[in-house]
């Protein structure tokens, strides 16, 4: 994981328009881990649609799910994963390091989308993003009525590549240049050398 050069990262990470996603989209590049504080519906849920990409025509966006019905969820955010438990609840990011993106209520199912732009900044390229959501639940086992997902790390990803194409090939593409067909002579020559 490379630490970001940037004095205040987060300063470029604008929310997009709303967009309905699938919760738990199969992307390989998407990892949870840690430990989550249930309320009465059990733990919230925190996935992707996709890994992040610096892409603007790919948007990106955390899915919440498993949440009480129209409740405040904090989504968080951070370059670096920890692991802290505070008054019951379980936080796995480190709380000093951490943004706080703007607020988003549940709908009445207990679930919200997060959309998030990625700037096409060089530095932010191939840096692992690591993030929770923290929810208003009165029925959590923790005394200060919030429950939390588990982590979910991703790694922040260019745009994507047309299949068998290089980035270098698609800037600059190759000539035509033809290899001359194999004599016999020369395979003769190739197979005694194989064997002496």
Known sequence: ????????????????????????????ALRSYGSATPGAVGAPELWANDAPR???????AFRIANTAATSAA?????????????AG??????????VV?????????????????IPAAPPLLGLDLFAQVIVVDATSASPLHLTSSRG??????????????????LVAPTSAVTTPP?????????KTD???
């Open 54 to 60: 610096q892409s603007p025509g790919l948007p990106f």
């Open 152 to 169: 979910l790390q991703v790694s922040i990803a260019g745009p994507p590549q047309p299949d068998g194409f290089t980035p270098e090939e």
């Open 182 to 190: 194999e004599t016999p002579a020369s395979s003769r020559k190739a």
């Open 1 to 28: 994981m490379r630490t970001p050069p940037l004095a205040s990262p987060f300063a470029c990470l604008l929310p997009l328009s709303l967009l309905s996603l699938p919760c738990h989209a199969q992307n390989d």
């Open 89 to 98: 609840l379980e936080v796995n990011l480190p709380p000093g390091a951490a």
């Open 74 to 86: 904090f989504p968080v955010v951070a370059f670096a994963a920890a692991h802290t438990t505070i």
């Open 101 to 117: 993106l703007p607020l988003v209520v549940t709908d009445p199912h207990g679930a919200a989308t997060v959309p998030l732009s």
């Open 194 to 196: 194989d064997h002496p």
